[in-house]
């Protein structure tokens, strides 16, 4: 069974950091691109970076671009997203996306709040 657990959101002011984490398994993470994905309330999904197979391509929303990085360890399953200067159009609940075979997996997601 395929699961993908988000951590590591939080309140945090403009201007500041965090790091989200997502903890894969049931499949053969090495094999597949990773991609997180967010909803800010009362808005549709927005795809915010992707990061192919084994790390060496990465790609980003404009709105994102310079400030946030993904990146992944295959040795543990894991998928990052590091954020910084935090903006409070940031806000939004994030979520890890995986494509396999051609059906799309979701975590729960994790909440991310950017005021003062």
């Known amino acids: 069974e395929v699961q993908l657990v988000e951590s590591g959101g939080g309140l945090v002011q403009p201007g500041g950091s965090l790091r989200l984490s997502c903890a894969a398994s049931?499949?053969?993470?090495?094999?597949?691109?990773m991609s997180w994905v967010r909803q800010a309330p009362g808005k549709g999904l927005e795809w915010v970076s992707h990061?192919?197979?084994?790390?060496?391509?990465?790609n980003y929303a404009d709105s994102v671009k310079g400030r946030f990085t993904i990146s992944r360890n295959n040795a543990e399953n894991t998928v990052y997203l590091q954020m910084n200067s935090l903006k409070p159009e940031d806000t939004a609940h994030y979520y890890c996306?995986?494509?396999?075979?051609?059906?799309?997996?979701w975590g729960q997601g994790t909440q991310v709040t950017v005021s003062s």
């Open positions: 990061i192919s197979n084994l790390g060496f391509n990465t």
């Open positions: 049931g499949f053969t993470f090495s094999n597949y691109p």
């Open positions: 996306n995986a494509s396999i075979l051609s059906r799309q997996f």
